[in-house]
């Protein structure tokens, strides 16, 4: 049974950062592309980012694009989400996911492409 366990949310005030982690078991984590996505109250679950399988390649949503930075690590099964320079609109319920779409086939704004997820973790941007 595949689980990803996201850690690492909080509240923090515009400017700062935070570091988010994805714990994955169950299946042979490098051999999967993993994503992020974040889920305001209200509103759509939105894409993030996401990571190839090496971590040599990543996608960004054009929101994120430059505060923040996916990287894994496959020797501990676990990928992060480094967000810096944090706004309030970066407000949400944020979820790992994965997916067995190969890099080349994935569509990485679709949510449905994904297989697994997690069970999010709330991070809070004050103003």
């Known amino acids: 049974q595949v689980q990803l366990v996201e850690s690492g949310g909080g509240r923090v005030q515009a400017g700062g950062s935070l570091r988010l982690s994805c714990a994955a078991s169950?299946?042979?984590?490098?051999?999967?592309?993993m994503g992020w996505f974040r889920q305001a109250p209200g509103k759509e679950r939105d894409f993030v980012g996401v990571?190839?399988?090496?971590?040599?390649?990543?996608n960004y949503a054009d929101s994120v694009k430059g505060r923040f930075t996916i990287s894994r690590d496959n020797n501990k099964n676990t990928m992060y989400l480094q967000m810096n320079s944090l706004k309030p609109e970066d407000t949400a319920v944020y979820y790992c996911?994965?997916?067995?779409?190969?890099?080349?086939?994935?569509?990485?704004?679709?949510?449905?492409?994904?297989?697994?997820w997690g069970q999010g973790t709330q991070v809070t941007v004050s103003s």
């Open positions: 169950g299946r042979t984590f490098s051999n999967y592309v």
């Open positions: 996911a994965t997916t067995s779409s190969t890099w080349h086939m994935l569509t990485p704004r679709n949510a449905q492409a994904y297989d697994y």
């Open positions: 990571i190839s399988t090496s971590g040599g390649s990543t």
